[in-house]
């Protein structure tokens, strides 16, 4: 696993929780809602690219491909 990788998901998730915390305050709920939905999809199409990588790597290292 790289190190680059959680970098990104807790970059992503500072950002998101600073965001949501502002909106709150400011009384927009749903916009905060929004963007910590928002956030949640960002992380997770990063993650879901990083697993496609995985099933490659076993993939060749068995012999599946």
């Known amino acids: 696993m790289e190190i680059d990788l959680i970098f990104k998901i807790a970059g992503t998730g500072i950002i998101v929780a600073v965001l ?3 909106l709150k305050r400011a009384e ?8 910590t939905l928002a956030g949640l ?5 990063v993650i879901i690219d990083e697993i496609g990588d995985l099933f490659d790597k076993v993939k060749t290292v068995f012999g599946l491909w």
């Open 41 to 45: 999809i960002v992380v997770l199409l």
């Open 28 to 35: 927009r709920e749903e916009q905060a809602m929004m963007t």
């Open 20 to 22: 949501n915390l502002v």
